[in-house]
């Protein structure tokens, strides 16, 4: 991978799908002995919708989407149920990604950027303490009232760090934040696996 024109002054990390490991199918697993539905059909009918967006944005609680999924997925749980279900999707740290975030923090500052929302962060910050200590800041989507890909979330992002936003490389696990954050002006590294970001913090000398 060649250098950037501009070298970063900055990094900012996706969690979800390049630090940590998810797997959806672990959700849908735990709620099929609560559902008249088959494992099959919650993952079906189990989308990524206007209710999903808006729990990451903050708009509305936990509760009011735990009641959306009762709906949806046909679910009788209550939501400490539902909530464990929820956040089983967590699989566990990816290890060659974060060794290569803490040899990079030396030289860059790092932090990350999450789709995410409360249910979730109470989830992976317990889980997972050494993944959250390697950032100096951590956005989370339902914090700021902003999610990716849009625009608004990667220019608060810019002016809460004060930095300018094609001063900031960012990696992510999903082309349309890819697509999302290069739009916004930042340097974007779409991650398909470790290596990936090994080759683009080579790029920069960050590590070796």
Known sequence: MAPPVQPPESLLFDLGGVIIDIDFSRAFRA????????????????????QY?????????????????RSTLSLSGDDARI?????????????????????????????????????????WSAQFPAVTRLFGRIFA???????KPEREA???????????????????????????AQSAGLQAVHVRSPRDVRNALQAIGCVR
């Not at 709620?31 to 206007?50: G, H, M, T, V």
Request: hydrophobic share 40%; with cysteine; charged share 25%.
């Open 31 to 50: 709620w099929q002995p609560i559902s008249n539905l088959s494992f099959d059909n919650i993952a079906e009918k189990f989308k990524f919708d206007a």
């Open 53 to 69: 967006e808006r729990h990451e944005r903050g708009e509305i609680t936990s509760a009011e989407y735990f009641e959306h999924l």
């Open 83 to 123: 909530c464990a279900g929820w956040n089983s999707i967590y699989v566990g740290e990816i290890p060659e990604t974060v060794a290569l975030i803490r040899s990079a923090r030396e030289g860059l500052p790092c932090y990350a950027f999450t789709n995410t929302n409360a249910a979730h962060q109470a989830a």
């Open 141 to 147: 989507s339902h914090e700021i009232g902003r999610r």
């Open 154 to 180: 990667f220019e608060h992002i810019g002016r809460a760090l004060g930095v300018r936003l094609d001063s900031i490389m960012f990696f992510d696990d999903l082309i349309e934040n890819i697509e999302g």
